[in-house]
């Protein structure tokens, strides 16, 4: 299990923590980008483990929640369709739309399919040549070299029954339209690791000084994270605002330059709508006129939908920073995971369901004091051994 | 962190919030057809049962909602009690590295048998094949049921055929039905967990779901994930021999895994449960395989392990029985039952810190990125 066990080690998670308790002398608010961050802190305790003042402030990096109602309302409409089968990573099929979502689509019988890779979709165009496959590309730069290559490969095969309903957001946009909003309380930024692997993270300096925020680079494992948060942290009691990188592993300044050159063959940047933020300029991917043929938006002309979002759900201010899940008056009592009000609460990596599922219904000093009982067993993992 | 929290702040911050969202007036409402995550091992399938089945066929024996019924058919058994359960076996592929649905159909419904505390006897088989399902794969699943049965010391005592027209079956789908005699003095049940229980693991988890799930996704790891699938009665014959009427609860954690066992016998009971991350004995590849598909290997099915509740002066004991039987040697000792925070699962994380883990929904998915 190379690069999980060690990443992992509590020992010198501690050691880390103990750092940060050295270092940090004021309270700092910290922005992580990425949904999958924002899970790994809530499933490994790291927000327990810092000091009072520290607070991590969960931002937009879940294309699951992100992704606009309307286009969620027309994969419904297009994977009901007889002739489509309709191809979806598993965490979609449970985001409600306006009515109904994925799954139900499937017991109703749609041909809707879990797949792990758009390519695995093209597959089921070439195997299937009398249907229409649809690929939902939805993700930010992290997926996208993948819906890429599967329209690339796609029009390479001549196919006329492969399309991407694309829903490919932008990070870093994100990132500036949070730190130029005037009710911006975020003072230094954990970069989304994954993203950068493909994108690399020259973008960041110049954000970095124009906003004044040290932005590091992060990875996704306790270490990475705690080691991320230190340097966040040491940036700002040294008043720094640097562009940094703590995920090196992976990451490089100029990040995936053939991904790059892909990306920029099939994609275009746009405008784009984030569910429960609104419209951030040029934040987003569409596909070049070379490649609008494989749209499925496009081919398939979904007209008359009506979206109507919750009234009290307050997934936006989630989204951008501005409260906490459990602030939300409607939090584990209208909306829990069985009957999510808005995508926060659907996909495993929105905050709203990160806090639910991991029991941040509780307060973090009930929660720290819960599993008192095992003190009675000896260390952790050893005793038995 | 350093602040010792107020005794009972855990407790009493719940029922402000009512996270479980139980009393819905409108039960099954949400999906006017069955999902498949009806099927997953989650809070849908229990409704499914609590709201459905339970209410029209409701009778003492179903109502416990145990692994397995337990019968008194009066003076006419000659073991005075026995215990009657069944399952259906769709999964997909019918062949898999470690099994066949074949032995799974045989070892489910003797796991459900013994983890009710009887003595797995006879079981019937049940067949729906499909039109044009290959004789030869037909005649491997039976064999691959035959040795099953052999080695749990059960024997297929009827059966029924049915055959349904291509396109309406998946191959093969298979229905067991099993009954046994309840060991004398043994009174276990998932209701039966108390305070201060140890809770132990016969083995690893995650094994049977993540040998399934890579096959069917042609997923390859550098050393193959086999099933755990095997029968369980002759390690539960070796726990009860040991520590005898200490074992208060016992399940196998199949479809939804440890975390929804846990959770289903912290509810059924009534206490609360801490469990100890770090002890969680996950294969290496296993591990690697939930990380990369973004699942986590508490909800991950097993098919050849159990979960032990057992009174804590008898748990080292017990323990001992189970590593010295060969389905039980990376046993280990995972938490304890508290009378705290009741009907929650708490786990300590390898950081130190704490979670809560809630039964699931559904199936877990895998995630987009």
Redesign the interface.
């Known amino acids: ?1 190379k690069y ?1 066990t060690e990443f ?1 080690n ?1 020992e010198i ?2 050691r880390l923590a103990q750092e940060i308790h050295a270092l940090a002398t004021r309270p700092w608010k910290i922005l992580e980008v990425c949904g ?1 961050q924002t899970h790994s802190i ?5 927000d ?2 810092l000091p009072e003042g520290i607070e991590m402030v969960h931002g937009p990096g879940c ?2 929640c992100v992704t606009p109602l309307e286009l969620i309302d027309k994969a419904l409409a297009i994977a009901a369709r007889l002739e489509v089968i309709f191809c979806s ?6 985001v409600p739309g306006t009515a109904g979502d994925l ?2 689509v ?3 019988g749609g041909d809707v399919r ?1 797949v ?1 890779s758009p390519l695995d979709a093209v597959e089921l165009a070439v195997k299937n040549p009398e249907r229409q496959v649809v690929f939902f590309g ?3 730069e ?2 996208a070299p993948a819906n890429a290559m599967s329209v690339r490969i796609a029009r390479q095969r001549g196919l006329k029954n492969f399309s991407l309903l694309v829903s490919q957001a932008l990070v870093p946009p994100a990132i500036e339209a949070i730190l130029k909003s005037s009710a911006n309380r975020v003072q230094g930024v954990l970069a989304a690791g ?1 993203v950068c692997s493909v994108m690399g993270y020259w973008q960041y300096p110049p954000l970095a000084e124009k906003y004044k925020v040290p932005i590091v680079v992060t990875g996704f494992e ?1 270490l990475d994270l705690l080691e991320g948060i230190r340097r966040v942290v040491a940036q700002l009691e040294a008043g720094r605002h640097e562009a940094e990188n703590a995920y090196s592993r992976v990451v490089s300044f100029e990040g995936n330059r053939e991904a790059q050159k892909l990306l920029a063959e099939v994609f275009e940047v746009t405008d784009r709508a984030w569910r429960g933020i609104g419209v951030i300029p040029r934040s987003g991917w569409r596909l070049r006129a070379a490649y609008r043929e494989f749209d499925a938006e496009d081919r398939f002309q979904i007209a008359g939908v009506r979206t109507v979002e919750s009234p009290l759900c307050r997934s936006g201010d989630v989204l951008r920073g501005a409260i906490k899940p459990a602030h939300c008056a409607a939090f ?2 209208e909306c ?4 999510p009000l808005g995508a926060t609460m659907v ?3 929105g905050a709203c369901a990160a806090y ?4 941040r ?3 973090a ?10 003190s ?2 000896g260390p ?2 050893a ?2 051994d | ?1 350093t ?3 107020q005794e009972g ?2 407790a009493a ?2 029922p402000a ?5 139980w009393s819905c007036p409108l039960p099954l409402a ?2 006017p ?5 009806y099927g997953g091992g989650g ?1 849908l399938g229990n409704e499914l049962i609590e709201h459905l089945f339970l209410p029209a066929f409701r009778n003492p024996s179903l109502e416990d909602l145990g692994d397995a019924a337990l019968l008194d058919l009066g003076g006419e058994a000659p073991a005075g009690r026995l215990a009657m359960s069944t399952d259906s076996f769709v999964v997909r592929p019918l062949f898999f590295p470690g099994g066949t649905i074949g032995d799974l159909a045989v070892n489910g419904t003797v796991n459900d048998l013994a983890v009710s505390g009887a003595v797995p006897r006879y079981l019937s088989a049940s067949f729906i094949l499909e039109e044009g399902f290959p004789l030869a794969q037909l005649a491997a699943i039976v064999e691959a049921m035959a040795k099953a049965a052999a080695a749990a010391r059960v024997q297929i005592v009827t059966g029924d055929t049915k055959v349904v027209e291509r396109g309406h079956g998946d191959g093969c789908y298979i229905n067991t039905a099993g009954v046994g005699a309840l060991r004398p003095g043994i009174a276990v049940g998932p209701h039966q967990a108390r305070p201060g229980d140890a809770i132990l693991l016969s083995g690893t988890i995650g094994d049977h779901g993540m040998a399934v799930m890579s096959m069917r ?1 042609g ?1 390859e790891f550098e050393s193959q994930i086999r099933s755990d699938c095997a029968a369980l009665n002759g390690l539960i014959g070796a726990v009860l021999e040991a520590v005898g009427t200490a074992v208060h609860a016992m399940r196998d954690p199949t479809r939804g895994g440890l975390a929804s066992t846990l959770n289903e016998i912290a509810s059924a009971s009534g206490v609360g449960i ?3 991350e ?2 969680l004995p996950v294969r ?1 590849e296993v ?2 395989a939930c ?1 990369l ?2 699942l986590d290997p508490v909800y991950v099915a097993n098919e050849g392990k159990a979960v032990f509740f057992v009174a804590p002066e008898a748990a080292e004991r017990a ?1 001992a029985a189970l590593r010295a039987h060969h389905l039980g040697r990376e046993a ?2 995972i ?2 039952a ?1 009378a ?2 009741p009907s ?1 699962l ?13 039964i699931q ?2 199936e877990q ?5």
């Open positions: 299990m999980l992992r509590r998670a501690q999958g809530i499933k490994n305790g790291i327990q483990m294309p699951v990573f598993g965490d979609m099929l449970r799954f139900q499937k017991g109703g879990v792990y939805v993700g930010f992290t997926t994954h306790p584990g009592k829990t995971p069985r009957h996909s495993s990596e639910f599922n991991y029991g219904f509780l307060s000093k009930a929660l720290a004091g819960a599993a008192s009982t095992l009675g067993l952790s993992g005793a038995d | 962190m602040e010792k929290p702040a855990l911050s719940l919030l009512d996270f479980s969202n949400d999906y057809s069955i999902v498949m995550a809070k996704e997923l801490d469990m100890d770090a002890r290496p591990g690697s990380e598909l973004g323990l280990a000792h938490g304890k508290t705290e925070h929650l708490v786990a300590r994380t390898a950081m130190g810190a704490n979670r809560v883990i809630p929904i559904g998915l895998p995630r987009i990125c």
